[in-house]
Nanobody, 124 residues
Framework: QVHLVESGGGLVQAGGSLRLSCAAS????????MGWFRQAPGRERECVAA????????YYANSVKGRFTISRDNAKNTMSLQMNILNAQDTAVYYC?????????????????WGQGTQVTVSS
């Protein structure tokens, strides 16, 4: 069975940092393009960062550029999102997702494997 499991969410003060991790199992991780998405109450799910299968290409939403860093370790079947200088607008449920076609895209409809999500709450 294919599983993506996120960890590392929590409550942090504005200006602080968190590191999210995504552990993959049951799939050929190295052929998947991966992404981090977030969804706040009443808002659409948005891609905050994406990375291609070999890790050579990355994408960041304008709202997180310069503050978040996405990375992956294909040998360990893991992906991470380092989040710095967090603010209240970063509060959301964060999901990791995989695209089995390896397509470097940002639309959530193009991702076919999803984790259960982890809550990130930033207090101001």
């Amino acid at each position: 069975q294919v599983h993506l499991v996120e960890s590392g969410g929590g409550l942090v003060q504005a200006g602080g940092s968190l590191r999210l991790s995504c552990a993959a199992s049951g799939l050929s991780f190295s052929i998947y393009a991966m992404g981090w998405f977030r969804q706040a109450p009443g808002r659409e799910r948005e891609c905050v960062a994406a990375i291609n299968p070999d890790g050579g290409l990355t994408y960041y939403a304008n709202s997180v550029k310069g503050r978040f860093t996405i990375s992956r370790d294909n040998a360990k079947n893991t992906m991470s999102l380092q989040m710095n200088i967090l603010n209240a607008q970063d509060t959301a449920v964060y999901y990791c997702a995989g695209n089995s076609r390896g397509a470097f895209v940002t639309s959530p409809t193009q991702y076919d494997v999803w984790g259960q999500g982890t809550q990130v709450t930033v207090s101001s």
